[in-house]
């Protein structure tokens, strides 16, 4: 989404799966003393937090919410700096493009979203149509926040459509 708003003459068309366009910032987040956007960040990195994000994530649970899958999902909050660079973010107070959907314009633009997602909720993908007047909704059924993890023929599938369209 940033990018095409940066720019906007490289894109023909926009494809936004379970995209995250509304959620501005991190709110009172951003203020917090330094110790405990420090202790909050490592809160993220917990075996716990990403094991209850591992099982709100899909709808087939016993397939896709394993421990394999929780600690590939943790791997990148052992890289050198990931602490940092979060807490660096959470000061910032975070990124917002809400405001800026809109000037998108009429780019073909298509929203995917899974159905059952618990992550983001799919109320939010109206948003998107609401602001983009050449968007196209399309839903995967049986599928939480990872339609490219859950779904991934019904992903390819309705991607390749709106590709091939004229």
Not at 104 to 133: C, H, S, Y
Request: proline letters at 5%; glycine letters at 8%.
């Amino acid at each position: 989404m940033d990018f095409s708003l940066a720019h906007p003459d490289m894109i023909d068309k926009l494809i936004l799966v379970d995209a995250q366009g509304f959620i501005d910032g991190v709110g009172p987040l951003s203020s917090l003393p330094r110790i405990l956007a420090v202790l909050g960040v490592r809160v993220l990195r917990s075996i716990a937090l990403r094991s209850f994000a591992n099982n709100v994530a899909y709808v087939d649970k016993d397939k896709l919410a394993t421990d394999d899958a929780m600690r590939v999902g943790r791997l990148h909050t052992h890289l050198p700096g990931w602490e940092e660079a979060n807490v660096a973010f959470m000061k910032s107070g975070g990124y917002s493009l809400s405001r800026r959907m809109g000037d998108i314009g009429g780019k073909e633009t298509l929203v995917v979203w899974g159905r059952q997602d618990n992550v983001l909720d799919p109320g939010t993908a109206q948003k998107f149509m609401d602001v983009l007047p050449n968007a196209k909704l399309k839903w995967i059924e049986e599928c939480g926040h990872f339609p490219a993890l859950e779904q991934p023929e019904q992903l390819v599938k309705v991607v390749e459509e709106f590709l091939c369209m004229h």
